[in-house]
């Protein structure tokens, strides 16, 4: 471990903390900090925004990851280097199957590396896998709460705006895929390499192209519906850690 300050997300081992929750959007951060205690503001350097808090007495640091995987390779690095050897996603999706609504959670089990920085480090064979005792955790909360989610493979991804985006999305849909993100794969992967356990938790932010949401509902209903799946996500992501905290005492 260093001792060192980490030079993107500015942060140090001081800090002690063993799990931590990323965000891509700096915004989710303080969003997070309603259902911590003792919270403590730490950095804001680039995309890279942190805050310290206590859930059930444990230490939980939260730290977006700004948009993709090389913010998220570089975030994912630094976090290793002080100590952190648990991270969970707490991301935005859209998804890719008709019976996904806004604000269902999708508990990704793995990801589609179509996306760079993972194969920066590993050729694409290896797989982009979540630890499966982090999915339970987060699975069993989701039942107990009665949170609706889905659980299954997602697709991690570069682009937003190019020509083929739709017909990505329809090729995925097809082969049973639940959503899509920027950042879940190069997780994984980085994960697994410097053996750290990882989860990803999404909230659906945007529907999939038949699904009839988007004609009955309008933009503020919407809205409603995501920051709802927002509330949900933190919630089933700080349980699941109070849940493996637990066990491994
Ligand atoms: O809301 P976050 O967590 O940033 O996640 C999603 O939103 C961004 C794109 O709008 C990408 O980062 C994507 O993965
Ligand atoms: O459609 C979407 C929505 C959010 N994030 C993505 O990566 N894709």
Do not use: C
């Amino acid at each position: 471990m260093s001792t060192e300050l980490q030079p993107h997300i500015q942060l140090t081992s001081e800090i002690k903390a063993k799990y931590a929750l990323l965000p891509g959007d700096p915004k989710r951060v303080d969003k997070v900090k309603q259902h911590l205690q003792h919270v403590q503001d730490l950095a804001y350097n680039r995309e890279y925004k942190s805050i310290l808090g206590y859930y059930k007495d444990i230490p939980i640091l939260v730290v977006s990851t700004g948009i993709g995987g090389p913010s998220t390779g570089i975030a994912i690095e630094e976090l290793a280097n002080i100590g952190v050897s648990t991270l969970i996603r707490i991301g935005s999706s859209g998804a890719l199957q008709d019976y996904i609504n806004l604000g269902d959670l999708i508990i990704a089990t793995g990801s589609v590396r179509d996306e760079g920085t993972s194969k920066a480090y590993i050729e694409s064979i290896f797989p982009a896998i979540a630890n499966h005792h982090l999915v339970a955790a987060l699975r069993q909360v989701a039942e107990i709460q009665n949170i609706p989610y889905h659980m299954g493979i997602i697709r991690s991804h570069d682009s937003f705006y190019t020509d083929q985006e739709d017909n990505i999305d329809e090729y995925w849909s097809r082969r049973g895929l639940l959503g899509s993100d920027m950042e879940t794969s190069t997780l994984f992967v980085l994960g697994a390499l410097r053996g750290i356990q990882t989860a990803s938790v999404l909230n659906v932010v945007v529907p999939s192209k038949g699904n009839l949401q988007t004609g009955i509902n309008n933009l503020v209903e919407g809205e409603k519906l995501s920051a709802q799946g927002e509330q949900n996500q933190i919630k089933v992501a700080l349980e699941a850690i109070a849940s493996i905290h637990n066990k491994s005492k």
